[in-house]
């Protein structure tokens, strides 16, 4: 690990804090970060929209960091550009929601278990998702030396340790979700019971079963950067990590945390054990030939030799892009700035049946342009190119295992947005937030460190 990682000390340019307020306000948002993947579990307080408990800690941090942070406040050229970059990304989604209030009962009419039917109560459920953004902020202003980027890594490993141990015990509870797997139009690959599959995950997690890939997805690095670097303890977690996702049965989940795994390998040059986690999963392969591997084997092939794209991706092209694209390209409006937020839940194509019925597009690029439009997705295309190669250039100066890591979640999160993830806040993307900052911040430790060099 560099020099500049080594660096134990606060930020001299952050403001200075009581040490009680402090604590506390470091405290309510680990535990915020903890909770992430627990969030939809419970149920609203006082039967009164969005009072969840999730919800009231968010309201917590949010009030520390609007009083405590000084949160439009920066003194490097990092911190300001990161600030400024935010604040266009939040006024980006507000005016996609503001414009997606007046489809409130069309959305509630399309999908009422996922949208409400009045417009303050829908209005609210959008809102809730701007809360994800607060780590950001919290981590770029208040969490700032490496002990503590560590530590924010401890409390999402745990975390994550939680969720796997929970849904392992209760899949093993309930065996029925076992069943032999079979293709589905829009999913990766769902159980011969569908319905029963999704019931399972939502009652118990609240979340669909595609949300909780992502959620593995976007983290599994961090637990393999744990177990390489630190005890091994680690292990444990890693390895009961991905036991739930073999029996979440997601093959896009599978694929992406091998590909996002094997990356960080091959940037920390650890090739034997690349080549034995190789080893260790083709023999699982064998031994266990459930269907999510199955699926794996035949992927992307129809009946015939050729290589489908709509096959490869599920049904998704002819279903859903196609339709959707050939639509928003035929209207000057919808094509220039798109539908607001939800704009797949406003086609004109479900009075004719020939669109899947999906809230979103299943894919991020796809999706901001039916929200956003053409200028605006053009602008996106442009920071992803120059961040990825930013992100890119700073870890190869950094040289640090937490930042490849990091940059690994990114990696797995940039290539689920081909199937799930969103651009826009949602839960599904939640991690990409805070890890952003903590690589923000490493960078910064860095420049911080050859200024006092």
Known sequence: MSASLSHSGRAPYHLTLPHSVARAGTFFFLLFVFMLPFQRMTDNLFGIQGLKPFNLLSAVVLAYVVFHTAPLHAT???????????????????????????????????????????????????????????????????????????????????????????????????????????????????????????????????????????????????????????????????????????????????????????????????????????????????????????????????????????????????????????????????FLFGAGRYGTGTSSLWESGTLMPVTHAHNAIINFFLDCGVILTGVLLIFLMFGTATAWRVGRRLNSDLYWALFACIFGCGISMATECDILPTIENMYAFPIIAMMINLARLRDLDAYHR
């Open 76 to 334: 490097d050229k990092l911190e300001r550009t990161s600030i400024r970059l935010l604040l266009l990304y939040f006024a980006t989604f507000a005016i996609a929601l503001i414009r997606s209030i007046p489809n409130a009962p069309l959305l509630h009419s399309r999908f009422p278990d996922s949208f409400p039917e009045s417009y303050f109560d829908f209005l609210l459920s959008c809102i809730v998702p701007s809360f994800y953004l607060l780590p950001f902020l919290f981590i770029l202003k208040r969490m700032c030396s490496f002990q503590e980027l560590e530590r924010i890594t401890t409390v999402i490993c745990l975390s994550i340790l939680l969720l796997s141990i929970a849904f392992v015990a209760l899949v093993l509870m309930n065996p029925s979700v076992l069943l032999s797997g079979e293709r589905s139009g829009m999913d990766d690959l769902v159980p011969a019971n569908r319905d029963e599959w999704a019931k399972f995950c939502v009652t118990y997690f609240g979340v669909h079963y595609n949300t909780i890939g992502t959620i593995y997805i976007c983290t599994i690095p961090l637990l393999l950067y744990r177990a390489l670097t630190r005890s091994a303890f680690w292990i444990v977690p890693l390895g009961l990590a991905l036991v739930a996702i073999l029996l979440l049965q997601s093959r896009s989940a599978l694929v992406t945390v091998a590909a996002s795994c094997s990356l960080f390998l091959i940037l920390r040059r650890r090739f034997v054990i690349l080549v034995v986690g190789a080893a260790a999963a083709g023999l699982t392969s064998l031994l266990w030939i459930g269907p999510t591997v199955q699926a794996l084997l035949s992927i992307g092939f129809d009946s015939g030799s050729d290589v489908s794209a709509d096959a490869l991706f599920t049904g998704r092209v002819a279903s859903v892009w196609v339709p959707l694209l050939n639509e928003w390209t035929t209207d000057t409006g919808l």
